[in-house]
C-alpha cells in the first residue's frame, strides 16, 4: 500500500479476496463483527424474525458499500 493512499481495504498478499489496511478498516470490521452477534441476542426473534433478518441484510450491504468505497482500486497501486 502506498503512504499516501487512504484506502481502508486492499487486496490480500497471499490468497484471495480483500482485507482491511488501515486502523479504519478493522475498526468497521470489528464494529459490523460485534452488530451481527448483538443484533440476535437484543431483538426477540421470536416476536420479530424478520427484524433479525433484515438487519443482517442492511450490515451485510451497508459493509459492501464501505468496502467498495474505501477500496484500493488498480489506479491507485503501485508497484
Known amino acids: 500500500?502506498?503512504?499516501d493512499s487512504n484506502a481502508w481495504f486492499g487486496k490480500k498478499r497471499i490468497g484471495w479476496g480483500i482485507g482491511?489496511?488501515?486502523?479504519?478498516g478493522w475498526l468497521v470490521m470489528a464494529i459490523?463483527?460485534?452488530t451481527m452477534i448483538a443484533l440476535p441476542?437484543?431483538?426477540d426473534r421470536a416476536a420479530h424474525p424478520w427484524l433479525v433478518?433484515?438487519?443482517i441484510a442492511v450490515l451485510?450491504?451497508?459493509?459492501?458499500i464501505?468496502?467498495?468505497?474505501?477500496f484500493e482500486h488498480a489506479e491507485q497501486r503501485h508497484p
Open 60 to 64: 451485510s450491504v451497508a459493509l459492501l
Open 20 to 24: 482491511p489496511r488501515r486502523w479504519q
Open 32 to 34: 459490523y463483527a460485534v
Open 66 to 70: 464501505i468496502v467498495i468505497v474505501k
Open 1 to 3: 500500500m502506498n503512504a
Open 41 to 43: 441476542q437484543v431483538v
Open 53 to 55: 433478518g433484515g438487519g
